[in-house]
Protein backbone atom coordinates (compact mmCIF):
# COMPACT_ATOMS: atom_id res chain seq x y z
CA UNK A 1 0.00 0.00 0.00
CA UNK A 2 1.18 3.76 -0.44
CA UNK A 3 1.31 6.69 1.64
CA UNK A 4 -1.03 8.99 1.50
CA UNK A 5 0.87 11.80 2.29
CA UNK A 6 2.93 11.12 -0.39
CA UNK A 7 0.38 10.67 -2.77
CA UNK A 8 -1.35 14.49 -1.42
CA UNK A 9 2.43 16.30 -0.98
CA UNK A 10 3.41 14.65 -4.43
CA UNK A 11 0.61 14.51 -6.44
CA UNK A 12 1.86 15.09 -9.45
CA UNK A 13 5.43 13.06 -9.11
CA UNK A 14 2.84 9.57 -8.24
CA UNK A 15 0.09 10.43 -11.10
CA UNK A 16 3.10 10.20 -13.71
CA UNK A 17 4.82 7.22 -12.21
CA UNK A 18 1.85 5.42 -12.29
CA UNK A 19 1.44 6.24 -15.97
CA UNK A 20 4.81 4.43 -16.82
CA UNK A 21 2.85 1.51 -15.33
CA UNK A 22 0.08 2.42 -17.80
CA UNK A 23 -2.18 2.97 -15.05
CA UNK A 24 -3.96 6.08 -14.74
CA UNK A 25 -5.51 7.36 -11.95
CA UNK A 26 -7.13 10.69 -10.84
CA UNK A 27 -6.32 10.95 -6.79
CA UNK A 28 -8.63 14.47 -6.45
CA UNK A 29 -11.35 11.96 -4.85
CA UNK A 30 -8.83 10.84 -2.57
CA UNK A 31 -7.80 13.82 -1.44
CA UNK A 32 -11.07 15.38 -0.90
CA UNK A 33 -12.00 12.34 1.29
CA UNK A 34 -9.05 12.54 3.55
CA UNK A 35 -9.99 16.09 3.94
CA UNK A 36 -13.87 15.07 4.87
CA UNK A 37 -11.92 12.77 7.29
CA UNK A 38 -9.66 15.00 8.92
CA UNK A 39 -12.25 17.08 9.48
CA UNK A 40 -14.60 14.87 11.07
CA UNK A 41 -11.98 13.71 13.82
CA UNK A 42 -10.86 17.68 14.39
CA UNK A 43 -14.72 18.52 14.96
CA UNK A 44 -14.94 14.86 16.83
CA UNK A 45 -11.89 15.68 19.24
CA UNK A 46 -13.59 19.24 20.04
CA UNK A 47 -16.95 17.72 20.60
CA UNK A 48 -15.24 14.75 22.94
CA UNK A 49 -13.31 17.58 25.00
CA UNK A 50 -16.40 19.72 25.03
CA UNK A 51 -18.27 16.50 26.11
CA UNK A 52 -16.06 16.02 28.81
CA UNK A 53 -16.44 20.04 30.03
CA UNK A 54 -19.91 19.71 30.51
CA UNK A 55 -19.53 16.32 31.83
CA UNK A 56 -16.98 17.59 34.82
CA UNK A 57 -19.64 20.85 35.49
CA UNK A 58 -22.26 17.87 36.51
CA UNK A 59 -20.95 17.54 40.33
CA UNK A 60 -20.86 20.70 40.95
CA UNK A 61 -23.79 21.79 39.93
CA UNK A 62 -25.41 18.81 42.02
CA UNK A 63 -23.20 20.27 44.97
CA UNK A 64 -24.72 23.22 44.66
CA UNK A 65 -27.95 21.85 44.20
CA UNK A 66 -29.06 23.11 41.28
CA UNK A 67 -30.96 21.20 38.47
CA UNK A 68 -28.91 19.09 36.17
CA UNK A 69 -31.45 17.84 33.90
CA UNK A 70 -30.30 20.61 30.68
CA UNK A 71 -27.09 19.61 31.43
CA UNK A 72 -28.07 15.88 31.05
CA UNK A 73 -29.72 16.60 27.75
CA UNK A 74 -26.60 18.39 26.72
CA UNK A 75 -24.35 15.36 27.21
CA UNK A 76 -26.83 13.37 25.20
CA UNK A 77 -26.80 16.18 22.38
CA UNK A 78 -22.88 15.57 22.33
CA UNK A 79 -22.67 11.86 22.95
CA UNK A 80 -24.88 11.35 19.40
CA UNK A 81 -23.06 13.96 17.59
CA UNK A 82 -20.34 11.98 18.18
CA UNK A 83 -21.82 8.63 17.40
CA UNK A 84 -22.55 9.99 14.16
CA UNK A 85 -19.25 11.60 13.41
CA UNK A 86 -17.50 8.57 13.80
CA UNK A 87 -19.51 6.93 11.75
CA UNK A 88 -19.27 8.93 9.29
CA UNK A 89 -15.92 8.92 9.84
CA UNK A 90 -15.50 5.14 9.66
CA UNK A 91 -17.39 5.82 5.95
CA UNK A 92 -15.25 7.68 5.04
CA UNK A 93 -11.69 5.70 6.07
CA UNK A 94 -13.41 3.06 3.94
CA UNK A 95 -13.41 4.83 0.79
CA UNK A 96 -10.18 5.84 1.26
CA UNK A 97 -8.88 2.34 2.24
CA UNK A 98 -11.27 0.75 -0.92
CA UNK A 99 -9.26 3.48 -3.02
CA UNK A 100 -5.70 2.69 -1.98
CA UNK A 101 -5.45 -1.18 -1.47
CA UNK A 102 -5.87 -1.64 -5.61
CA UNK A 103 -3.70 1.01 -6.15
CA UNK A 104 -0.34 -1.03 -7.67
CA UNK A 105 3.45 0.31 -6.14
CA UNK A 106 5.33 3.35 -7.51
CA UNK A 107 7.66 1.96 -10.14
CA UNK A 108 11.22 3.21 -9.15
CA UNK A 109 12.30 6.15 -10.79
CA UNK A 110 15.11 4.23 -13.09
CA UNK A 111 12.50 1.79 -14.16
CA UNK A 112 11.33 2.60 -18.06
CA UNK A 113 7.89 3.36 -19.05
CA UNK A 114 6.27 1.09 -21.28
CA UNK A 115 4.71 -2.89 -21.12
CA UNK A 116 6.78 -5.95 -21.98
CA UNK A 117 7.88 -5.09 -25.28
CA UNK A 118 10.36 -2.13 -23.24
CA UNK A 119 12.19 -4.87 -21.21
CA UNK A 120 15.88 -4.39 -21.46
CA UNK A 121 18.24 -7.38 -21.95
CA UNK A 122 21.11 -6.24 -19.45
CA UNK A 123 23.63 -9.12 -19.75
CA UNK A 124 23.54 -13.01 -21.20
CA UNK A 125 25.58 -15.63 -19.70
CA UNK A 126 26.85 -18.46 -21.81
CA UNK A 127 26.27 -19.04 -25.81
CA UNK A 128 23.08 -20.64 -26.96
CA UNK A 129 23.83 -24.21 -27.74
CA UNK A 130 24.48 -25.28 -31.12
CA UNK A 131 23.54 -29.13 -32.36
CA UNK A 132 24.90 -30.57 -35.64
CA UNK A 133 21.67 -33.30 -35.16
CA UNK A 134 17.95 -32.35 -35.54
CA UNK A 135 17.01 -31.46 -31.85
CA UNK A 136 13.57 -32.83 -30.01
CA UNK A 137 11.96 -31.46 -27.54
CA UNK A 138 11.04 -30.99 -23.72
CA UNK A 139 8.44 -32.74 -24.26
CA UNK A 140 9.32 -35.93 -26.53
CA UNK A 141 12.66 -36.29 -24.35
CA UNK A 142 11.20 -36.99 -21.27
CA UNK A 143 8.65 -39.23 -22.75
CA UNK A 144 11.53 -41.16 -24.16
CA UNK A 145 13.25 -41.39 -21.18
CA UNK A 146 10.28 -42.33 -18.95
CA UNK A 147 11.15 -38.56 -16.99
CA UNK A 148 7.62 -37.42 -16.84
CA UNK A 149 4.35 -38.78 -17.47
CA UNK A 150 2.00 -36.39 -19.15
CA UNK A 151 -0.52 -38.69 -20.08
CA UNK A 152 -1.44 -39.80 -16.42
CA UNK A 153 -0.69 -36.58 -14.86
CA UNK A 154 -3.63 -34.86 -16.33
CA UNK A 155 -5.54 -38.32 -15.93
CA UNK A 156 -4.99 -37.87 -12.24
CA UNK A 157 -5.47 -33.82 -11.58
CA UNK A 158 -6.43 -32.78 -15.31
CA UNK A 159 -5.06 -30.26 -18.04
CA UNK A 160 -2.29 -28.23 -16.53
CA UNK A 161 -0.35 -30.85 -14.93
CA UNK A 162 2.35 -33.89 -14.97
CA UNK A 163 3.79 -36.70 -13.28
CA UNK A 164 7.53 -36.97 -12.52
CA UNK A 165 8.64 -41.01 -13.17
CA UNK A 166 12.27 -42.31 -12.16
CA UNK A 167 15.42 -40.65 -13.36
CA UNK A 168 12.53 -37.32 -13.79
CA UNK A 169 12.05 -37.51 -9.74
CA UNK A 170 15.42 -37.55 -8.71
CA UNK A 171 16.14 -35.18 -11.50
CA UNK A 172 13.79 -32.59 -9.89
CA UNK A 173 14.88 -33.65 -6.26
CA UNK A 174 18.67 -32.93 -7.03
CA UNK A 175 17.81 -29.61 -8.45
CA UNK A 176 15.94 -28.67 -5.36
CA UNK A 177 19.22 -30.04 -3.17
CA UNK A 178 21.23 -28.04 -5.42
CA UNK A 179 19.57 -25.01 -4.49
CA UNK A 180 18.73 -25.87 -0.96
CA UNK A 181 22.43 -26.37 -0.41
CA UNK A 182 23.67 -22.80 -1.87
CA UNK A 183 21.21 -20.85 0.04
CA UNK A 184 22.25 -22.55 3.38
CA UNK A 185 25.83 -21.63 2.02
CA UNK A 186 24.84 -17.90 1.64
CA UNK A 187 23.69 -17.77 5.25
CA UNK A 188 20.41 -17.72 4.56
CA UNK A 189 17.54 -19.50 6.85
CA UNK A 190 15.59 -22.23 5.83
CA UNK A 191 11.57 -22.45 6.11
CA UNK A 192 9.07 -24.87 5.18
CA UNK A 193 5.64 -22.75 5.50
CA UNK A 194 1.95 -24.01 5.16
CA UNK A 195 0.56 -24.71 1.85
CA UNK A 196 -2.82 -23.10 2.92
CA UNK A 197 -2.78 -19.61 3.91
CA UNK A 198 -5.09 -17.20 5.14
CA UNK A 199 -6.82 -14.00 3.62
CA UNK A 200 -4.57 -11.94 5.64
CA UNK A 201 -1.40 -13.49 3.92
CA UNK A 202 -3.33 -12.51 0.40
CA UNK A 203 -3.16 -9.09 1.13
CA UNK A 204 -0.20 -8.23 2.39
CA UNK A 205 1.38 -9.63 -0.21
CA UNK A 206 -0.11 -7.33 -2.46
CA UNK A 207 -2.74 -9.81 -4.02
CA UNK A 208 -5.66 -9.21 -2.59
CA UNK A 209 -8.01 -7.72 -3.75
CA UNK A 210 -7.26 -7.01 -6.91
CA UNK A 211 -5.93 -10.28 -8.07
CA UNK A 212 -8.00 -12.47 -6.20
CA UNK A 213 -9.60 -14.76 -8.55
CA UNK A 214 -6.43 -15.54 -9.60
CA UNK A 215 -6.02 -18.29 -6.85
CA UNK A 216 -7.15 -21.98 -5.74
CA UNK A 217 -9.62 -20.23 -3.20
CA UNK A 218 -10.86 -23.33 -0.52
CA UNK A 219 -13.70 -23.50 1.60
CA UNK A 220 -13.08 -23.11 5.20
CA UNK A 221 -16.33 -25.12 7.35
CA UNK A 222 -14.60 -24.66 10.62
CA UNK A 223 -14.32 -20.55 9.65
CA UNK A 224 -17.22 -19.20 7.05
CA UNK A 225 -15.36 -15.83 7.71
CA UNK A 226 -11.72 -16.89 7.22
CA UNK A 227 -10.73 -17.03 3.41
CA UNK A 228 -7.88 -19.60 2.26
CA UNK A 229 -6.35 -20.35 -0.57
CA UNK A 230 -3.40 -22.32 -1.72
CA UNK A 231 -0.36 -20.29 -1.81
CA UNK A 232 0.73 -19.61 -5.37
CA UNK A 233 4.42 -18.88 -4.10
CA UNK A 234 5.87 -19.45 -1.51
CA UNK A 235 6.42 -15.53 -1.64
CA UNK A 236 2.94 -15.26 -0.29
CA UNK A 237 4.05 -17.01 2.89
CA UNK A 238 7.14 -15.56 3.69
CA UNK A 239 5.99 -11.69 3.72
CA UNK A 240 3.43 -12.69 6.59
CA UNK A 241 6.07 -14.30 8.72
CA UNK A 242 6.61 -10.72 10.24
CA UNK A 243 3.89 -9.75 10.14
CA UNK A 244 1.94 -7.33 13.08
CA UNK A 245 5.51 -6.90 14.34
CA UNK A 246 8.22 -4.43 14.91
CA UNK A 247 11.83 -5.67 14.41
CA UNK A 248 14.72 -4.09 16.27
CA UNK A 249 17.20 -2.96 13.03
CA UNK A 250 20.01 -4.80 14.68
CA UNK A 251 18.20 -7.95 13.81
CA UNK A 252 18.24 -6.85 10.02
CA UNK A 253 18.50 -8.32 7.13
CA UNK A 254 16.22 -10.92 7.89
CA UNK A 255 17.31 -13.85 4.89
CA UNK A 256 14.75 -16.33 4.30
CA UNK A 257 14.28 -19.02 1.45
CA UNK A 258 11.57 -21.89 1.75
CA UNK A 259 10.86 -24.71 -0.88
CA UNK A 260 6.96 -25.08 -1.55
CA UNK A 261 5.08 -26.35 -4.32
CA UNK A 262 3.25 -23.15 -6.06
CA UNK A 263 -0.41 -23.72 -6.86
CA UNK A 264 -1.68 -21.24 -9.88
CA UNK A 265 -4.88 -20.84 -11.98
CA UNK A 266 -2.98 -19.78 -14.92
CA UNK A 267 -6.43 -18.58 -16.14
CA UNK A 268 -7.11 -18.23 -20.45
CA UNK A 269 -6.00 -20.55 -23.18
CA UNK A 270 -2.57 -22.78 -23.26
CA UNK A 271 -0.65 -21.55 -26.16
CA UNK A 272 1.02 -24.48 -28.26
CA UNK A 273 4.84 -23.51 -27.29
CA UNK A 274 3.70 -23.86 -23.67
CA UNK A 275 2.62 -27.36 -23.63
CA UNK A 276 4.75 -29.67 -21.61
CA UNK A 277 6.41 -27.98 -18.01
CA UNK A 278 6.66 -24.43 -19.71
CA UNK A 279 3.16 -23.27 -17.69
CA UNK A 280 1.33 -25.37 -15.67
CA UNK A 281 -1.19 -24.97 -11.97
CA UNK A 282 1.36 -27.10 -9.87
CA UNK A 283 5.39 -26.34 -10.00
CA UNK A 284 8.28 -26.90 -7.13
CA UNK A 285 10.05 -23.56 -6.73
CA UNK A 286 12.77 -22.27 -4.15
CA UNK A 287 11.91 -18.86 -3.13
CA UNK A 288 14.49 -16.34 -1.62
CA UNK A 289 13.27 -13.74 0.81
CA UNK A 290 14.80 -10.46 2.75
CA UNK A 291 13.35 -7.89 5.02
CA UNK A 292 15.71 -5.32 5.72
CA UNK A 293 15.90 -1.36 6.24
CA UNK A 294 15.66 1.25 3.46
CA UNK A 295 19.10 2.09 2.64
CA UNK A 296 19.91 -1.10 1.97
CA UNK A 297 17.03 -2.37 0.09
CA UNK A 298 19.37 -1.76 -3.75
CA UNK A 299 22.48 -3.69 -2.33
CA UNK A 300 19.82 -6.51 -1.44
CA UNK A 301 17.86 -6.27 -4.51
CA UNK A 302 21.59 -6.85 -6.45
CA UNK A 303 22.70 -9.59 -4.03
CA UNK A 304 19.26 -11.66 -4.70
CA UNK A 305 19.82 -11.33 -9.13
CA UNK A 306 23.40 -12.21 -8.15
CA UNK A 307 21.87 -15.48 -6.52
CA UNK A 308 19.88 -16.42 -8.90
CA UNK A 309 22.46 -16.08 -11.98
CA UNK A 310 24.58 -18.04 -9.87
CA UNK A 311 22.91 -21.04 -9.51
CA UNK A 312 21.86 -21.10 -13.40
CA UNK A 313 25.62 -20.91 -13.65
CA UNK A 314 26.29 -23.61 -11.59
CA UNK A 315 24.16 -25.65 -13.86
CA UNK A 316 25.69 -24.53 -17.05
CA UNK A 317 22.45 -23.14 -18.71
CA UNK A 318 22.57 -20.43 -21.09
CA UNK A 319 20.37 -17.25 -20.14
CA UNK A 320 19.77 -13.44 -19.82
CA UNK A 321 18.54 -11.13 -17.24
CA UNK A 322 16.40 -8.95 -18.35
CA UNK A 323 15.49 -5.48 -16.26
CA UNK A 324 11.37 -5.08 -16.87
CA UNK A 325 9.56 -2.24 -17.93
CA UNK A 326 6.91 -0.75 -15.45
CA UNK A 327 4.28 -2.56 -17.27
CA UNK A 328 5.60 -5.51 -17.08
CA UNK A 329 6.52 -5.54 -13.07
CA UNK A 330 3.85 -6.84 -11.03
CA UNK A 331 1.72 -4.52 -9.06
CA UNK A 332 3.15 -5.15 -5.55
CA UNK A 333 6.83 -3.85 -7.05
CA UNK A 334 8.52 -1.01 -7.59
CA UNK A 335 11.43 -2.78 -9.39
CA UNK A 336 12.10 -6.03 -11.29
CA UNK A 337 14.74 -7.82 -12.46
CA UNK A 338 14.02 -11.63 -14.87
CA UNK A 339 16.45 -14.66 -15.20
CA UNK A 340 15.26 -16.50 -18.46
CA UNK A 341 16.15 -19.89 -19.86
CA UNK A 342 17.09 -20.39 -23.41
CA UNK A 343 14.58 -23.00 -24.56
CA UNK A 344 16.55 -24.61 -27.76
CA UNK A 345 12.94 -25.99 -29.21
CA UNK A 346 10.73 -22.52 -28.65
CA UNK A 347 13.47 -20.36 -30.14
CA UNK A 348 12.82 -18.08 -26.78
CA UNK A 349 13.98 -17.40 -23.14
CA UNK A 350 11.17 -18.61 -20.26
CA UNK A 351 11.77 -16.27 -17.31
CA UNK A 352 12.73 -18.79 -14.04
CA UNK A 353 13.03 -16.30 -11.35
CA UNK A 354 12.04 -12.79 -11.08
CA UNK A 355 14.03 -10.80 -8.00
CA UNK A 356 11.62 -7.73 -6.76
CA UNK A 357 12.22 -4.90 -4.59
CA UNK A 358 8.65 -4.40 -3.07
CA UNK A 359 9.98 -1.21 -0.89
CA UNK A 360 7.69 -0.13 1.44
CA UNK A 361 5.02 -1.41 0.01
CA UNK A 362 4.00 -4.75 1.76
CA UNK A 363 5.17 -3.85 4.79
CA UNK A 364 2.71 -1.13 5.16
CA UNK A 365 -0.22 -3.69 3.99
CA UNK A 366 0.99 -5.93 6.98
CA UNK A 367 2.36 -3.29 9.29
CA UNK A 368 5.85 -4.55 9.17
CA UNK A 369 8.60 -2.18 10.77
CA UNK A 370 11.52 -2.03 12.32
CA UNK A 371 12.80 0.18 15.30
CA UNK A 372 15.47 2.27 14.66
CA UNK A 373 18.83 1.53 16.74
CA UNK A 374 19.78 5.86 16.26
CA UNK A 375 16.34 7.30 18.14
CA UNK A 376 13.78 4.25 19.01
CA UNK A 377 11.54 5.54 16.42
CA UNK A 378 9.67 2.72 14.23
CA UNK A 379 9.61 2.83 10.43
CA UNK A 380 8.22 0.58 7.56
CA UNK A 381 11.33 -1.50 6.16
CA UNK A 382 11.76 -2.69 2.76
CA UNK A 383 10.57 -6.50 1.38
CA UNK A 384 12.04 -8.30 -1.36
CA UNK A 385 11.77 -11.42 -3.40
CA UNK A 386 13.72 -13.95 -5.52
CA UNK A 387 13.21 -17.53 -6.85
CA UNK A 388 15.96 -19.54 -6.58
CA UNK A 389 15.06 -21.09 -8.75
CA UNK A 390 11.75 -22.77 -10.25
CA UNK A 391 12.12 -25.72 -11.72
CA UNK A 392 9.44 -26.35 -14.36
CA UNK A 393 11.21 -24.65 -16.81
CA UNK A 394 14.69 -25.38 -15.64
CA UNK A 395 13.67 -28.86 -15.69
CA UNK A 396 12.83 -28.65 -19.70
CA UNK A 397 16.13 -26.33 -20.41
CA UNK A 398 18.25 -28.96 -18.76
CA UNK A 399 17.03 -31.94 -21.60
CA UNK A 400 17.30 -29.31 -24.19
CA UNK A 401 20.36 -27.29 -24.40
CA UNK A 402 21.93 -30.98 -22.75
CA UNK A 403 20.44 -33.00 -25.57
CA UNK A 404 22.81 -35.52 -27.55
CA UNK A 405 21.99 -36.83 -30.73
CA UNK A 406 21.14 -40.78 -29.72
CA UNK A 407 18.35 -38.96 -27.43
CA UNK A 408 20.00 -39.53 -23.81
CA UNK A 409 21.13 -35.71 -21.77
CA UNK A 410 24.37 -35.35 -20.04
CA UNK A 411 23.58 -34.10 -16.23
CA UNK A 412 24.85 -30.93 -15.17
CA UNK A 413 28.08 -32.19 -12.77
CA UNK A 414 26.67 -30.10 -9.99
CA UNK A 415 24.13 -32.24 -9.59
CA UNK A 416 25.58 -35.52 -10.14
CA UNK A 417 26.09 -36.04 -6.58
CA UNK A 418 22.27 -36.29 -6.09
CA UNK A 419 20.96 -37.69 -9.40
CA UNK A 420 23.68 -40.69 -9.25
CA UNK A 421 25.25 -40.67 -12.79
CA UNK A 422 26.16 -38.56 -15.38
CA UNK A 423 23.83 -39.06 -18.20
CA UNK A 424 19.88 -39.93 -18.62
CA UNK A 425 19.74 -42.66 -20.90
CA UNK A 426 16.84 -45.61 -21.63
Known amino acids: MLDIRR ?15 GFVVDFQQLIEWDDERKSLIFACEQMKAEKNTVSSEIPKLKKL ?14 SDSIKDMEASTAICQKKIQEFMEVLPNIPDEDVIPGDAAKNEVIRTWGSKPEFDFEIRNHVDLCENLGLIDYKRGTKISGNGFWLYRGDGAVLEWALLNYFIEEHLKDGYEFLLPPHILGHACGYTAGQFPKFAADVFA ?19 ALINVHRDEILPEESLPRKYFAYTPCYRKEAGSYRAEERG ?24 LEELVGKAEKLMQGLGLHYRTTKLAAGDVSHSMAKTYDIEVWIPSMGIYKEVSSASNARDYQARRGKIRYRKTEDGKNDFLHTLNASGLATSRIFPAIVE ?20 KEMISK
Open 7 to 21: IRENTEEVTKAMAKR
Open 65 to 78: GEDVTKTFVKMKEL
Open 218 to 236: LENDDDKDEHQFLLPTAET
Open 277 to 300: MIRGHQFNKIEMFQYTVPEKSDEA
Open 401 to 420: QFQQQDGSVLVPKVLVKWFG
